[in-house]
């Protein structure tokens, strides 16, 4: 691959308006310099700046990561540009290639391949180590690694088990000292409630298909207009898909905090749900409301997505209610 040196000596710029004859031979006799008016200078390529073309090729990386995740072709992300120092050598040596890092690492943990994932963070960690992003990122695949170890996805025990137990704590609660209070807001009191509430329609729906009364529970108590078994069965998916949904929104940096509206805690009690509405101290934007939906829907369709699963689980929850011989499990996800 040529460097952005070699390219700009061989890139000339427009021709200038031709000279006398005379004049051109006399030019052709003087010494070449670096001032050369004909060439582009070191730090300069297609008459922009350097640092703004790197700036603009990371972009365009990040971009291409980004739809290759959403058809979730991690192997093509890692085949594409791992290692970094190899497939794109200018952002590495600008110092610019951490964000691509992620996302690289953020794929070799779809791919179970943990070990470099945690490698490539903790890389990145060393040139930034305040980075909050970078730090739950790393917190978030060590969990994975033990996750895929319990489930015999991998094979982790003995002392490697227990220094990514640490890894994972040291660098969860690094993370937790860095993390921005706008991401705090967002990830407590919109995200997750949003992201709940999707869920619990999802068994509800799953509930009636299966002709079962989604208000008569078994847990939570019986409550005027609270759907109480799907408040029962939702549970064991909010960690294993609610809070990882949304803490991969935040890892592949999909939300920021400039996607929310804040506002001033207003009252404690309100008239109707209109007014409550409009005085919540955090809100989603309508842009950030489709990102977050076609997300979403993104790991709940196809013939292994989460949608199935639910359905599986609540016709599995009926079985045991019609047949005492039978046993209900919960899902592993």
């Known amino acids: 691959m040529a460097t ?40 300069e390529l297609f008459g922009v700046k350097k640092g703004q073309y790197i700036k603009k090729a990371r972009a365009r990386v990040l971009a291409d990561i980004e739809s290759l995740s959403g058809n979730c072709r ?30 690289i690492a953020f794929a070799m943990g779809h791919l179970k391949q943990f070990d470099d994932a945690i490698s490539l963070l903790a890389a990145c ?25 319990k489930n015999r996805e991998i094979f982790l025990a003995g002392a490697p088990r227990a220094r990514r137990i640490e890894l994972a704590h040291e660098n969860f609660t ?76 935040l890892n592949r940096k999909m939300i920021r905090p400039e996607d929310f509206v804040y506002r001033k805690p207003g009252q404690k009690a309100y008239t109707d749900e209109k007014e409550m509405t409009s005085n919540r101290p955090v809100e989603m934007n309508p842009q950030l409301y ?16 989460n949608r199935n699963t639910i359905q599986a689980q609540v016709r599995s929850f009926a079985d045991f209610l019609l047949d005492k011989e039978s046993s209900y499990r919960p899902v592993k996800l």
């Open 74 to 103: 991690w192997q093509d992300i890692v085949s594409l540009y791992h290692p970094v120092e190899d497939k794109l050598p200018e952002l590495d040596e600008a110092g610019m290639a951490d964000m691509v890092k992620e996302k």
């Open 290 to 305: 489709k990102t977050f939906l076609a997300a979403y829907e993104q790991i709940m369709q196809g013939p292994s997505g």
């Open 174 to 249: 690094r993370a937790r000292k860095l993390r921005p209070d706008g991401v705090t807001n967002c990830y407590r009191h919109a995200m997750l409630s949003f992201v709940y509430t999707l869920l619990t329609n999802e068994v509800i729906s799953a509930i009636k298909t299966c002709g079962l009364d989604p208000y008569l529970g078994s847990l939570h108590e019986i409550s005027y207009g609270r759907p109480s078994l799907a408040c029962d069965l939702v549970e064991e998916y909010r960690a294993p898909v609610g809070d990882r949904f949304v803490l991969q929104l």
């Open 125 to 149: 960690i060393r040139n930034d180590p305040d980075n909050f992003y970078t730090r739950s990122s790393l917190a978030y695949t060590a969990y994975s690694s033990l996750f895929a170890a």
């Open 4 to 43: 952005l040196e070699s390219a700009a000596r061989i890139i000339h710029r427009p021709d200038t308006p031709s000279a006398p004859a005379a004049s051109a031979k006399t030019a052709s006799r003087e010494p070449e310099t670096e001032s050369r008016t004909d060439l582009f200078t070191q730090d």
